[in-house]
């Protein structure tokens, strides 16, 4: 079945590291994706990784993939206020047209 | 270059009324997926289309939800005889290229727009 989870609510300390997860449970999901929302906007595409990836970077981004355990991870380093914001994780399996997404983290980044 | 454009952004009806939600998705997408938001849930897939066709829809309720894709003008999301539990932000997406073609998966998004039922 399809299912992804997400911790609620995640706080840091501008300047740290942050460190997003999410677990799901489709295992044959092709692409996986972090989205970010902020208040009272649409869903922008972050970044995403192929399921033969173990590892992606793009600047201060790094996802992580471990396919055994569906367990999918977003860093952002250096965390600024700018990136409080509601991450989603995201899969697409098989060939399927449709996204399942995450109940999203809520990132609050304190001064 | 507009994005994906949604109307209205807040709409507010009372229960028994119709609510219809519009989605033109980016220039030169035609591809449209509805997803509906509910407090502290994630974004459930609704309904996808094409131009004319209803692709995928497992994800709309059986009764009282329709979408529509015309050949010309915005897709339409429309839901009838509004309830309490339809509150929630209803957001569209658009898409260049179908899945199965390469496709990424990247889909742009809308601001949504947010049903109220009293």
């Known amino acids: 079945g399809e299912d992804v989870e997400q911790s609620l609510f995640l706080s840091v300390r501008e300047g740290d590291s942050s460190v997003i997860n999410c677990t799901y449970t489709?295992?044959?999901?092709?692409?996986l994706y972090w989205y970010k929302q902020e208040p009272g906007a649409g869903l922008q595409l972050l970044t995403y990784?192929?399921?033969?990836?173990d590892m992606k970077q793009d600047q201060r981004l790094t996802v992580l993939l471990n396919k055994k355990d569906k367990h999918l991870s977003l860093r952002i380093a250096d965390t600024q206020t700018g990136d409080s914001a509601i991450y989603f994780c995201?899969?697409?399996?098989?060939?399927?047209?449709?996204?399942?997404f995450g109940t999203g983290t809520q990132l609050k980044v304190e001064l | 270059n507009a994005g994906v454009m949604q109307n209205p952004r807040h709409l507010v009806r009372r229960r028994g009324q119709e609510a219809r939600l519009r989605c033109s998705p980016m220039?030169?997408?035609?591809?449209v997926y509805w997803y509906r938001q509910l407090p502290e849930e994630g974004l459930k897939f609704m309904v996808y289309?094409?131009?004319?066709?209803?692709?995928?829809e497992s994800g709309m309720p059986k009764e009282r939800f329709s979408a529509e894709f015309p050949k010309e003008g915005p897709s339409i999301l429309r839901i009838q005889q509004v309830v309490r539990g339809d509150s929630a932000a209803y957001f569209c997406?658009?898409?260049?290229?179908?899945?199965?073609?390469?496709?990424?998966?990247?889909?742009?998004f809308g601001e949504g727009s947010r049903l109220t039922v009293l």
């Open positions: 997406a658009s898409s260049l290229t179908s899945p199965g073609t390469g496709f990424t998966g990247e889909l742009f």
């Open positions: 990784i192929f399921s033969n990836m």
């Open positions: 489709d295992s044959s999901s092709t692409y």
């Open positions: 995201a899969e697409r399996t098989g060939g399927g047209n449709k996204l399942t």
């Open positions: 289309l094409q131009k004319e066709n209803i692709i995928d």
């Open positions: 220039k030169g997408h035609s591809h």
